[in-house]
């Protein structure tokens, strides 16, 4: 039933439809289920591009051992700021569903902080936002930490971690890295293949793509902070 929860068969279809390129809300209809269904089932289970409708069967399982569900007949309170909260919740798993190229539990991190008015959280904080085992938090904020997404602080006695208004930016910067190492390492295959084969000539290519893209990105990182700096947008010493 629409209102019902998720078959393994429901998963396999959706695994099916992302496979052949079809949009949400068309797997969504096929299955007679709202697309925000389809949505926050995908989002949690490893995005467009890593969803397997086995293991979704298998965390689904998990999660219903783990924690009971919540009265289907509790209908969404707006919180203190007049938001829905169902409909704060769909915009952070439509988030994670973007967020492209980012763990699942990393991008779950950055969507909480992303959309929190204090642009801060506690492990605990966290670990009750998203239901899950505070293991698991600090390995998402882990791999954002590591390019440079997150701030980690102390607050007394509890770590809090924080993303700032030049995320982006910053975001931005890894990415200009990435192309220029990508780049390098390609380049470096010409001198191992030999520049005049075949497949020299096609790392020569592929060289120079990231070394233009890269350029590109860069020129594209000054132009924000020449705009922004001057209005404080922007951390320039990043």
Known sequence: MPGGHLTYEDRRKIAEGLAEGLTYAEIARRLGRPRSTVGREIARNGGPHGYRATRAQQAAGWRARRRPSPPLSTPATADGDGRDPQAVRELEEKLVATFGGIPTMAARVMACLFTSDTGNMTVADLTERLRVSPASISKGVGWLEQVGLVRRERDNRRERYSIDVDVW??????????????????????????????????????????????????????????????????????
């Open 169 to 238: 930016y910053r975001a931005w910067l890894v990415g200009v890295r990435g192309m220029m190492l990508w780049a390098d390492t390609v380049r470096e295959g010409v001198d191992v293949l030999g520049a005049h084969t075949p497949a020299g000539t096609r790392l020569q290519t592929a060289s120079r793509f990231f070394e233009l893209i890269s350029s590109d990105m860069a020129q594209a990182a000054e132009h924000y902070r020449r705009t922004f700096a001057s209005s404080g947008d922007v951390n320039t010493d990043t």
